[in-house]
């Protein structure tokens, strides 16, 4: 069935019976045209370099559903082609960049914007990564009670067909850079980690001549762990995480994930100066 018939069959479905419409004709009329949107969860700002400092090691793991998807040889090339060179060894880089990607597949539209509330290395919201599950029978009830109707049943046929779809790829990223004066950084960093409560980290550094220490302290709940760590490490850190998504009526995966990791590579690449 081609789309001018499934077309046809909304048309009759809406004029022809006091319906709350066709969600096909909705979706073929509003999502035809492939839409990709990238967004960061803040904004970081690097120090621009000298052009021999323009060192970088890269990075990138993937922990989700979607092992194939790999960032790390298009941000090599990315950043090469920014006139980077890219280092095997971190301690020859100025800066690191390095990725891991925590979610890739079909979400619900609405939830597009609630994958971003998250903070660098905590969970998903619940929900916000599940597929965009529709009914076997497809539609609300009122497409699902028609089905016997001749009418309603044009409007139930078309939507089986035609779906509006949205794909996304969900990523955590660290970026590192050396002080520009040579200097030391202190990094704090507190974890607390309760069984049934989930976990909660944070991190922030500075600037600092000396000192580095470590802290470690066990609740009387055996259940429940905590620590501090403070020390010196070479590198100033940010952290946030970044969201791409493509929706398109009948959209596949495989035809998606091309286009969202181009994007979130340009994205991330662009940066740096």
Do not use: W
Request: with cysteine; glycine share 8%.
């Amino acid at each position: 069935m081609n789309i001018r018939k499934i077309r046809t069959l909304c048309a009759v479905a809406v004029i022809g019976a006091s319906l709350s419409g066709c969600a096909a004709l909705d979706a073929s009329i509003n999502h035809s045209n492939l839409d990709v949107q990238t967004h960061f969860s803040e904004s970081v700002f690097l120090d621009p370099v000298p052009p021999s400092a323009r060192t970088i090691y890269v990075s990138a793991r993937n922990t989700s559903d979607h092992p194939e998807i790999d960032l790390r040889m298009p941000l090599m090339q990315a950043m090469a082609a920014r006139g980077y060179q890219v280092v095997d060894d971190p301690k020859q880089a100025h800066y690191m960049l390095r990725v891991n990607v925590l979610q890739a597949g079909q979400i619900e539209p609405k939830s597009a914007n609630e994958l971003l509330m998250g903070k660098y290395g905590e969970p998903l919201l619940a929900g916000a990564g599940a597929a965009a599950l529709t009914s076997a029978l497809g539609g609300g009830t009122g497409a699902t009670a028609g089905v016997g109707l001749g009418v309603a049943a044009g409007a139930y046929l078309a939507n089986q067909f035609i779906k509006d779809v949205t794909y996304s790829v969900v990523v955590d990223i660290q970026l590192s850079e050396r002080p520009l004066s040579g200097a030391k950084v202190r990094q704090s960093t507190s974890t607390v980690n309760a069984q049934g409560n989930g976990s909660r980290s944070s991190a922030k550094s500075s600037q600092a001549p000396t000192g580095a220490g470590y802290s470690g302290a066990a609740g009387l709940n055996a259940r429940v762990k905590s620590q501090d760590i403070d020390e010196e490490v070479d590198f100033k850190q940010y952290q946030l995480r970044a969201l791409s998504y493509a929706n398109q009526v009948n959209l596949k995966f495989e035809e998606a994930a091309p286009t969202l990791v181009s994007r979130l590579t340009s994205a991330l690449s662009n940066l740096f100066e």
